[in-house]
T-cell receptor, first 112, second 113 residues
Framework: GIQVEQSPPDLILQEGANSTLRCNFS?????LQWFHQNPWGQLINLFY???GTKQNGRLSATTVATERYSLLYISSSQTTDSGVYFC??????????????FGQGTILTVHP | NAGVTQTPKFQVLKTGQSMTLQCAQD?????MSWYRQDPGMGLRLIHY???????DQGEVPNGYNVSRSTTEDFPLRLLSAAPSQTSVYFC????????????FGPGTRLTVT
């Protein structure tokens, strides 16, 4: 199956700093999503981005499908950005239909 | 729209007991799925359904049953709970499989003693 690796595993920032989270995947995909899991455990959709670039406020994401990676940029980080960021990929083909494979996540801590 | 809802939020079971985790969505999504989240292991797919009456196994299906009698509901049954099933369970839905964005419910935290 598809392998998903996220880096770094942990990231500690001061409020106001910028950061880049990376997601590498081992095979062709037609779905890639970034999620933020907040301290209460809720999974919040950040981006649905199988290719290209999207921006939403202080967050933006870029997926280069041909090179099998995606980047999540967080600018001017705030304490509310703390939590775990997951990358998940999927491929709608053969026995993989419907399956999202998650990375291990990046634990982000933003200090005031 | 309420989106994806799950009940209960928390549950404690004794080994050997059975129970059903409920999941419902009001977005008319064809595809629904169940994941479990364990520390350090990310989320893993248990079972999924591509439409009413159709279900299939995911990565970790043992010890769990599912059925899909309506488009809206996709319950997950634990037949005989084991401590290894202590986890947080998430239900998700999308228009159709991985071609579309998937939406997750708030989760059910299950402890088996």
């Amino acid at each position: 199956g598809i392998q998903v690796e996220q880096s770094p595993p942990d990231l500690i920032l001061q409020e106001g700093a910028n950061s880049t989270l990376r997601c590498n995947f081992s095979d062709s995909v037609n779905n890639l999503q970034w999620f933020h899991q907040n301290p209460w455990g809720q999974l919040i959709n950040l981006f649905y981005i199988p290719s290209g670039t999207k921006q939403n406020g202080r967050l933006s994401a870029t997926t280069v499908a041909t090179e099998r990676y995606s980047l999540l940029y967080i600018s001017s980080s705030q304490t509310t950005d703390s939590g775990v960021y997951f990358c998940a990929v999927g491929y709608a083909g053969g026995t993989s239909y419907g399956k999202l494979t998650f990375g291990q996540g990046t634990i982000l801590t933003v200090h005031p | 729209n309420a989106g994806v809802t799950q009940t209960p939020k928390f549950q404690v079971l004794k080994t050997g007991q059975s129970m059903t985790l409920q999941c419902a969505q009001d977005m008319n999504h064809e595809y629904m799925s169940w994941y479990r989240q364990d520390p350090g292991m990310g989320l893993r797919l248990i079972h999924y359904s591509v439409g009413a009456g159709i279900t299939d196994q995911g990565e970790v299906p043992n010890g769990y049953n599912v059925s899909r009698s309506t488009t809206e509901d996709f319950p997950l049954r634990l037949l005989s709970a084991a401590p290894s099933q202590t986890s947080v369970y998430f239900c998700a839905s999308s228009l159709a499989g991985t071609l579309y964005e998937q939406y997750f419910g708030p989760g059910t935290r299950l402890t088996v003693t």
